[in-house]
């Protein structure tokens, strides 16, 4: 059974930091894309960044670019999410969600993790 | 960016109705449109993948289809369960980018 589970989360003031993890298990990770979205509960999603299954091609939403990186450890099937300089509006649920290749769909998704941004 | 307007934004149906949610991008975006059904407070679930095939699992009444620019979610004959948010997605290109949302409510 593909799992995804998502830790990290919490209260951070403006201008904090924060690690996010995504740990993945019953499927390939090595092998799979893998991409961090965001949603303002009660609102839409917000895709955020990816990753490719060695770290090689890396993307950014314009929003978080600069800001946050996204890495991988193959080798602990885990995803992460640093986060720097966090803003009032970086506030939301994070999931993580597996991909295929470069026009893949999002397949498998997390629970999320809630991020608060706030003083 | 490409953006995606998704109609309508919200909608009030009966166990039994046709319900049809429609997606139209900026630009071409060939077949690259996923759907994807939100319940409260659970992660989003791929129903449909380019435009049109149906993710396993997923009942044969979820149904979609279109290309280019404008793409539609069929939900033939809706059901106690389907009462939820539905969010397409393209995934034409980077950034990926999501519908406003359509939530489908009781009536």
């Known amino acids: 059974e593909v799992q995804l589970v998502e830790s990290g989360g919490g209260l951070v003031q403006p201008g904090g930091s924060l690690r996010l993890s995504c740990a993945a298990s019953?499927?390939?990770?090595?092998?799979?894309?893998m991409h961090w979205v965001r949603q303002v509960p009660g609102k839409g999603l917000l895709w955020v960044s990816r990753?490719?299954?060695?770290?090689?091609?890396?993307s950014y939403a314009a929003s978080v670019n600069g800001r946050f990186t996204i890495s991988r450890d193959n080798a602990k099937n885990t995803m992460y999410l640093q986060m720097n300089s966090l803003r009032v509006e970086d506030t939301a649920v994070y999931f993580c969600?597996?991909?295929?290749?470069?026009?893949?769909?999002?397949?498998?998704w997390g629970q999320g993790t809630l991020v608060t941004v706030s003083s | 960016d490409i953006q995606m307007t998704q109609s309508p934004s919200s909608l009030s149906a009966s166990v039994g109705d046709r319900v049809i949610i429609t997606c139209r991008a900026s630009?071409?975006?060939?077949?690259?449109v996923n759907w994807y059904q939100q319940k409260p407070g659970k992660a989003p679930k791929l129903l449909l993948y380019?435009?049109?095939s149906l993710q396993s699992g997923v009942p044969s009444r979820f149904s979609g289809s279109g290309s280019g620019t404008d793409f539609t979610l069929t939900i033939s004959s809706l059901q106690p369960e389907d009462f939820a948010s539905y969010f397409c997605q393209q995934s034409h290109s980077i950034p990926f980018t999501f519908g406003g949302g359509t939530r489908v409510e009781i009536k």
């Open positions: 969600a597996r991909g295929g290749g470069v026009t893949s769909p999002l397949n498998y």
């Open positions: 019953g499927f390939t990770f090595s092998s799979s894309w």
């Open positions: 380019i435009s049109s």
């Open positions: 630009q071409n975006i060939n077949s690259y």
């Open positions: 990753i490719n299954s060695d770290g090689t091609s890396i």
